[in-house]
Nanobody
Framework: QVQVVESGGGLVQAGGSLRLSCVAS????????MGWYRQAPGKQRELVAD???????NYGDSVKGRFTISRDNAKNTVYLQMTSLKPEDTAVYYC???????????????WGQGTQVTVSS
């Protein structure tokens, strides 16, 4: 079983910055993709950014040029550096980890509990 814990959310003014962290732990054999999603009230959960084990990155269109995702494989940790924050970035941010727990085992997705990011205007 894989546990996922996010940290780093909070309240920030528009134009400010925040850094989110996410650590995966438990019976991890190999992690493929680590990523961030967000969900604002009344909206669907959307991809913010993800990064695979080879370092390939995807960003959601609304955060390109403002957010940076990075990963420390030795620590099973993924970061999201958010700059030039806007009120529309306000949401609960969830970490997603796609990992296998044994050799030749399937890759399954695990989610964290989420961390609130609020950007005031």
């Amino acid at each position: 079983q894989v546990q996922v814990v996010e940290s780093g959310g909070g309240l920030v003014q528009a134009g400010g910055s925040l850094r989110l962290s996410c650590v995966a732990s438990g019976s991890i054999f190999r992690i493929n993709i680590m990523g961030w999603y967000r969900q604002a009230p009344g909206k669907q959960r959307e991809l913010v950014a993800d990064i695979n084990s080879g370092g390939s990155i995807n960003y959601g269109d609304s955060v390109k040029g403002r957010f940076t995702i990075s990963r420390d494989n030795a620590k099973n940790t993924v970061y999201l550096q958010m700059t030039s924050l806007k009120p529309e970035d306000t949401a609960v941010y969830y970490c997603n980890v796609i990992a296998s727990t044994r050799l030749w085992g399937p890759f399954d997705a695990s989610w964290g509990q989420g961390t609130q990011v609020t950007v005031s205007s």
